[in-house]
């Protein structure tokens, strides 16, 4: 052995070496090495400082439990913080820091915190921040907010891509050691379709890391037949670098797979991970077991780690962790830890078995019976151990094995809580159903026998459970030790949150016998980790504080997710352009071509304004108005919902639907419809046409256009099945636009086949299919929103944009302007049509002044509530008219009327401002509003209060509609 | 009533025939633009549904595609010969403009779509000629299978363009073709 | 969560919305007298735990109305029909 690196074994490919730095430290690794391994191999064992007392930090596993080696990964963009370099996959040119120091891993000032230790007891933030309250936002909270958090996030976006995708099958294996290798295989074998998940890059699991024979070959061997055979089989997916994270209601499993964190930079045209919803009618769990640290003084100092982590940098890793290295255990698997490295040719001082009379092969390596450690020398780097006889050993590496905790994770992530099995001295999962079951050391069998056994059971989907191949077991024996009581050196329970054995019975002491409070207060657990190496100590050192079992403590409540999950994977592919889905309108390349500025509504691109040259989006929509109000414009309206209505019921389904009656109206007719909320509040508005019969076209606004089609749906499924009616949206098959103005019928008077546009070819309120342009099939409305003599053309939308530019050319003769919503939005307020600002789930058809239209010959939705009390009352704000007194004063929405003479006040409050416009055609501002019993106040004068800008004025109350009240222009 | 004007579809110039994507050989997927296409929403009148469905069955050169309960997408025939024929058993609307139709097909058509929707389309559970309705990137989609790695996706027509870029990036890494 | 909706089969929950309990019955009557039950029908509702039979809307799939019949604390589905055809049964019965 030249340095750390053995000479020989180990899955790592000699010949293809991979240069990365770490803390601006130039290294070379070999591809198949983490970075952890790598560090270790280059003898670096100091990766990180802890989070309180700052104190120097090793490795303490092999895989993603790791607690300590957390660094921040990459530079720039893709930085990314607290990643575990333990599950790191080494690549060329990786780039590496350690975190949480200042200025230096080497030599920190935030470990003077160690020597304040007295001070940060369990619950020293609640006992210290409590008082003076004033404290609290200048000096407290920025103290902790910089002392919290460990790594430093990028400021810059993400440059990667992420997305999501379902999965289906007969069964996912978690897991890929030897009960998930077996359970995949058998069930293969049967054809069903199989999902094979594992956290690690390399399918096999504890077969990667440990010395085994299976069937007469190497375990390594063995798991790369099978792996092999599962390749080969369509009905196998194998899913390496995909951890599953969350076990969810009906068998649906989530997980990330970490398609491109092993590279520099992603392909251009792959993701960095990918989300996915496994949906499985069955699962195993095969997630294995963790091996649980010793609680020691010292047993922080870089260089102690667990002994299965110790061996499995050696054995996977070819990766000496010492030169010497000391084993403490309670159980006989800290035995192979000593025979493994032997065989590598490291020296083992010695193995410290904490039971009186083990009896296992050491392999030569003395033993020291009943021993404990006390206490770990050296500060970055371990020197040797304290025995409590006082003994000192030199050596540089411990390796302790406090036992072994099932992974049980998933199978509790719907609230089942796993048991305590005094028989290996761990929590054994729950029944959770045949559905999801665990199998080999996640079920808490400890022989490879019985792995092997268990995950061939679970496999095995139909028929008798086939045999499984010959191994040598190793006999596993644990007598719990937990804590070494007589330590001299900080005993660390939870590593990452620098909580040590003394925090719980101290937490205890004060009252939070709960585990789930000693939890909190201790923070024990409540790391990036979740505490899956301390737990089950902290559960053991709090039962014995307290008198309790293990199973009266009990476990914290297990959640998702089982590792961190980055938010660029929640996130997926929905983010900046992809956030949501862009809904485009038939006439956009004509809006487009005109130079139109577009605005979102709901998913919408509406044509918001045309400006031309210098021109802001008021003087466009200025000048968009005076052109239709004076000549002729037009305007896309394609967005409103448009719902076919057909059936023998169609006319009764409408009149329960709408608060006035649809029966009545005659084929060839539009008209006003107004729905109401079966609370009688004001739901929805539109104009609804009978083409036949039996045949309507109900149109609704652009905002409700689903929630209206989902009413109509219940309404009819829930409440009427009974009604022969059918009903389809129809919204994208038209492209629907206004020709308004005085010169409206003269411009499409050029573009219709044989229909002559007078008022008895088409009266005020037609609603016919008609032909334009030589033999295109359209329907014509002449219906308006502006008020003006206006149509509503709609056509096949793939001719939209056609049609479009043929009205604009028909018009050009009389100076035809195309206008958007803002324009559209002027002339409706000078007209005094309500819409959105007044349709605002608070108002009733009589606020709207419409409470005419309900009918009271029919039942319909929101009658009844309609007419109780509240909703009648005569002192009910309602819709106005407003305008300056100061004819120069702008007015603004939102802001609330008062009494001329009153002080602002919510007890003096009358009403607000709902919706406001400049008028071009009055010059001035003006409004709708909605006013406590103001259609009695008409030319009252109001004071109005913006209480954003703590300014008022003067206003008049007035009708709503206040340009050509007459309607005159209307059925010009 | 048949006319003659050109129809413009909304991903004529979105979807440009080319290889995209990755290149590992042989494109993963292929997609093209249904256009123009005739479509009809059927929907079986109050006790039609039957009637409705034997109708349908019979009706050479028609393409029927399931599209809910009682429910049909009618394609390849004129809206006026559809209602026609189908008087007094369905109502009838005419969505040859509302819906767009990508067609998509190739080796790794299932792996592009299952970053989309949760359906199961599996062979053994999704034949040919099969019809779901189901939402892919926040878009409701009317997909098809109509091969045994060819699916139609159907959606409407203003979000036509939108699902036209997420479904060719989600192609990406298995390099594409459009035609 | 997967709800088996009768159209389309096994669908995750995300493509459903939801709108509350399914057994209390729209009244009939316009007579003023029948207020109280109109109150109850718009505002009055139980939150029970265990069996629950709740409207679902498959509103990104068939778009049709469902009752889906649910324990509230095990989240275990015991039954699915169409609106319609739970509606007709509660006229028949």
Request: charged content about 25%; some cysteine.
């Amino acid at each position: 052995m030249t340095g750390f690196r053995l000479d020989k074994g180990g899955l790592i490919d000699r010949k293809a070496p991979l240069y990365f730095t770490f803390d601006g430290r130039a290294f070379t690794g070999f591809a198949g090495d983490t970075l952890a391994s790598a560090l270790i191999s280059n003898d670096v064992h100091l990766m990180g400082r802890s989070f309180k007392y700052h104190r120097p930090r090793g490795v303490i596993s092999a895989g993603s439990s790791e607690p300590n080696a957390l660094v921040e990964l990459r530079e720039g963009a893709r930085k990314e913080a607290n990643t575990r370099a333990t599950m790191i996959e080494l690549h060329d040119g990786l780039v590496a820091k350690s975190q949480n120091h200042w200025p230096s891993l080497e030599f920190d000032i935030g470990a003077l915190n160690s020597l304040a230790s007295a001070m940060f007891v369990a619950g020293f933030y609640y006992k210290t921040f409590m008082w003076p309250k004033s404290f609290w936002e200048k000096i407290y909270e920025p103290i902790i907010r910089k002392a919290a958090g460990l790594g430093n996030a990028s400021k810059e976006a993400d440059p990667d891509k992420y997305e999501k995708a379902y999965a289906h099958c007969d069964l996912l294996v978690v897991g890929s050691g030897p009960a998930g290798l077996i359970a995949a295989l058998m069930a293969a074998r049967s054809g069903a379709r199989i999902i094979l998940a594992d956290e690690s890059s390399t399918l096999g699991g504890s077969l990667l890391n440990e010395n085994e024979e299976i069937g007469g070959m190497s375990g390594h061997a063995w798991a790369i037949g099978v792996i092999g055979e599962l390749g080969s089989k369509s009905n196998v997916t194998l899913m390496p670098r995909t951890t599953i994270f969350g076990w969810y209601d009906d068998n649906i499993f989530g997980a990330v797979e970490r398609v491109n964190d092993h590279v520099l930079e992603p392909s251009p045209y792959e993701p960095r991970q990918r989300y996915w919803r496994i949906m499985a009618k069955r699962a195993v769990m095969a997630t294995g077991a963790e091996e649980r640290p010793i609680v020691f003084g010292g047993n922080d100092v870089p260089g102690v780690m667990t002994a299965g982590a110790l061996r499995t940098y050696a054995n996977r890793y070819a990766a000496a962790a010492g030169k010497s290295v000391v084993v403490f255990t309670n159980n006989n698997s800290g035995y192979r830890t000593a025979r493994d490295m032997n065989a590598h040719g490291v020296h083992v001082e010695v193995i410290i078995d904490s039971r009186k009379e083990p009896n296992v092969d050491a392999g030569g390596v003395p033993v020291i019976r009943g021993g404990a450690i006390v206490n770990v020398r050296g500060g970055k780097r371990v020197s040797g151990v304290e025995l409590a006889d006082h003994r000192m050993i030199p050596c540089d590496a411990v390796a302790m094995s406090g036992g072994w905790s099932p992974i049980v994770n998933l199978m509790c992530h719907r609230g089942a809580k796993p048991k305590w099995d005094e028989r290996i001295a761990g929590f054994v999962p729950p029944d959770v159903g045949d559905r999801f079951v665990a199998a080999g050391s996640a079920a808490g069998r400890m022989l490879l026998s019985e792995c092997l056994a268990d995950g061939a059971r679970a496999g095995t989907l139909k028929g008798k459970t086939p045999a499984i191949p010959k191994c040598r077991d190793e006999a596993f024996a644990v007598t719990p030790l937990w804590w070494v009581k007589e330590s001299t050196g900080k005993a660390f329970v939870d590593y990452q949150n620098d909580s040590t054995a003394k925090d719980l019975p101290l937490a205890a002491q004060e009252g939070y016998r709960d585990i789930e409070l000693a939890k909190r207060y201790t923070t024990a657990g409540m790391a990036t980790d979740q505490g899956k190496l301390g737990n089950v100590n902290a559960i053991a050192i709090l039962a014995e504080a307290t008198g309790r079992t293990m199973d009266q403590v009990g476990t914290t409540t297990f959640r998702p997710y089982y590792t961190p999950v980055s938010f660029g994977a929640i996130a997926g592919p929905f983010v900046g352009h992809h956030f949501q889905p862009v809904r485009k309108t038939p006439l956009h390349d004509w809006a487009d071509e005109l130079g139109a500025v577009f605005v979102e509504t709901g998913l919408w691109m509406r044509s918001s304004w045309f400006p031309q040259a210098g021109e802001d989006w008021l003087a466009s929509a200025s000048r968009e108005v005076l052109a239709t109000r004076e000549r002729v414009g037009l305007c896309d309206v394609s967005t409103l919902g448009k719902i076919d209505v057909q059936g023998k019921d169609a006319a009764e389904f409408l009149n329960r639907l709408y608060c006035n009656t649809f029966s009545t109206l005659d084929v060839g007719k539009a008209r006003y419809g107004l729905m109401l909320r079966e609370d009688g509040i004001v739901f929805d508005d539109g104009t609804t046409s009978r083409l036949a019969a039996d045949h309507f076209l109900m149109t609704t606004t652009t905002a409700n256009a689903a929630r209206v089609m989902s009413h109509m749906e219940f309404c009819h499924q829930a409440h009427w099945p009974e009604l022969d009616v059918q009903y389809v949206s129809v919204t994208e098959q038209w492209a629907q636009m206004a020709i308004a103005g005085p010169k409206a019928r003269a411009t499409l008077q050029k573009i219709v086949d044989k229909v002559t546009l007078d008022d008895t070819g088409f009266p005020y309120l037609a609603a016919k299919e008609i032909s334009i342009l030589g033999g295109m099939t359209a329907r014509l409305f002449r219906i308006s929103f502006s008020g003006e003599h206006a149509y509503e053309l709609a056509v096949p939308a793939d001719y939209g944009n056609l049609v479009a530019r043929s009205i604009m050319q028909a018009g050009e003769e009389f100076g035809i302007t195309p206008y958007g919503i803002e324009a559209l939005s002027i002339m409706r307020i000078e007209k005094g049509h309500v819409a959105g600002g007044e349709l605002n789930g608070t108002t009733t058809a009589g606020d709207l002044g419409l409470g005419k239209m309900m009918s009271s010959k029919k039942d319909y939705i929101g009658r009844m509530m309609a007419a109780r009390e509240g909703l009648t009352d005569k002192n009910r704000q309602c819709v106005v008219g407003i305008r300056p007194f100061d004819a120069a004063d702008k007015i603004r929405a939102g802001s609330h009327i008062l009494k001329k003479e009153d002080a602002p006040s919510m007890a003096a409050d009358q009403g607000y401002i709902s919706s406001v416009a400049w008028s071009p055609m009055l010059n001035m501002w003006l409004g709708l509003a909605l006013l406590s019993n103001g259609r009695e106040r008409h030319g009252e004068v109001v004071k109005i209060f913006d209480g954003v800008r703590k300014i008022h004025m003067f206003g008049v109350i007035c009708d709503p509609m206040q340009y050509d009240r007459e309607n005159k222009k209307l059925h010009a | 009533m048949p006319d003659n004007f050109q129809r413009v579809s909304p991903l004529a110039d979105i979807a440009i025939q080319g290889r995209f994507g990755a290149d590992h050989g042989a494109p993963g997927v292929t997609l093209s633009v249904r256009h123009p296409v005739l479509i009809a929403t059927v929907i079986a009148r109050k006790g039609k549904a039957k009637a409705l469905a034997d109708a349908l069955k019979s009706w050479r050169g028609a393409t029927v595609q399931w599209a809910g309960a009682e429910q049909y997408f009618l394609l390849d025939k004129p809206f006026d010969e559809v209602r026609k024929k189908l008087e007094g058993l369905a109502s009838c609307s005419d969505q040859s403009h509302g819906r767009v139709i990508i067609r998509i097909e190739g080796p790794k058509v299932r792996q592009v779509l299952c970053k989309g929707t949760p359906v199961d389309l599996h062979e053994s559970g999704f034949e040919i000629g099969k019809s779901a309705l189901t939402q892919m990137a926040h878009v409701g989609v009317h997909l098809t299978r109509v091969g045994r790695d060819a699916f139609e996706l159907s959606v409407f027509r203003g979000f036509s363009e939108s699902f036209w870029e997420w479904l060719t990036e989600k192609a990406e890494e298995f390099g594409y073709q459009v035609i | 969560m997967l709800i088996k909706c009768p159209h389309c089969g096994t669908r995750p929950v995300e493509e459903f919305t939801f709108n509350g309990d399914a057994s209390i019955q729209r009244p009939t009557s316009n007579d003023p007298a029948t207020m109280d039950q109109w109150f109850d029908y718009v505002y009055l509702r139980d939150n029970p735990k265990g069996r629950f039979d709740e409207y679902a809307h498959h509103s990104s799939g068939c778009r049709a109305w469902l009752v889906v019949t649910r324990d509230t604390q095990t989240h275990e589905i015991f039954n699915v029909v169409t609106a319609r055809d739970y509606a007709k049964k509660r006229v028949a019965s």
